[in-house]
Structure formats: structure tokens, C-alpha cells
């Protein structure tokens, strides 16, 4: 029997954010786009199977929306793995690990999850996460200090980190 999908889009201050979950957790989560239908579309082909469902989405679509209104907000959401290998849930737990506010190296990732040669690995795990903001990869930077890389780009990932900056340091 398959999962059943659910989706939601909607509005934040940053832009239309959208979500797609199974009955286990979030499988996706989007960067905010400048339309609804780029937010839709940017959850990929799963979504024509997924049921519109803002309810069962309600309590993570008000911490996204507080999130990008400049509020400190944790992200307790259960996810969904299936898709995912073993060393990459190994990665975007440890990625959570990180403090609002805060950041680390993509060579901290790698000790945390007991591979510390392995930081290159770590960046193409990060790289893949589909849980943004939820799993922070974008407060993964590298040793030197410089952003590293970023699924949406180099631009966004600095305005979530002075987004999370600003609301730390009010």
C-alpha cells in the first residue's frame, strides 16, 4: 500500500514556501519563491499524487511562517527517510544538531557523525537536503569561514543566516 502524500503552499514574508509530507514526516521543504506556483513546482513530481492538505500541515506552516518573519523558531518535525541512505540521515540529523544562530563546518558534520575525513561526502549530503530550513544545511559553512555551497544559492544562504543573526542579536 502506498503512503498517502500531502502538500501545502503558502505565504511567508520571504515568499511562497511549500511542503510535501507522508504519514511518516516532511519529505520536502522549499526555499520561499516569488509565486505560489514556483513554490508548487518546486516540489517536484510527488506532488500530482499528493492530497491538499494546510491542516495536517498547520502546525510546521506556523513555525515557517514565523521563521521567515525574523523569529527564533526550532523545527521539531518528524521526517521521512525512505528515500534517503543511511549516511545521509546520519548527516542531516547531526545537521540539526546546530544552534539557531549558528554555525559550523562541514568538517564538524563529518566528527559528529564519526567520519571526520569525510567532509567532502558531508557537502554532497548537505547539498542534497531536501528539508530546508527544517534539517538547517544552510548553517553549515566551510572551515575557513566562507559559505561553501548552497541548494539554492549563495545569496539565499547568506540572508538565512543574517535572517537568524538579526533575530539572535535583538
Known sequence: MKDKLFYAVFNTAR???GI???SKGLLSVT????????AFDSLGQREGQAELSPDTLKSTIERLQSYYSGKKTSFPDKLDF????PFQKRVWKATRLIPYGET???????????????ARAVGQAVGRNPFLIVVPCHRVIASDGGLGGFG???EAKQA???????????
Not at 526555499?31 to 514556483?38: D, Y
Not at 559550523?104 to 569525510?118: C, E, N, T
Not at 538565512?160 to 535583538?170: G, I
Request: aromatic content about 8%; proline content about 6%.
Open 20 to 22: 510535501l509530507a507522508s
Open 160 to 170: 538565512l543566516l543574517e535572517l537568524e543573526q538579526s533575530s539572535v542579536t535583538k
Open 15 to 17: 515568499g511562497w514556501v
Open 31 to 38: 526555499l520561499p519563491q516569488p509565486t505560489k506556483q514556483r
Open 104 to 118: 559550523r563546518s562541514y568538517g564538524w558534520v563529518a566528527k559528529q557523525i564519526g567520519q571526520p575525513l569525510a
Open 82 to 85: 525512505s528515500f534517503a541512505t
Open 152 to 154: 539554492g544559492d549563495l
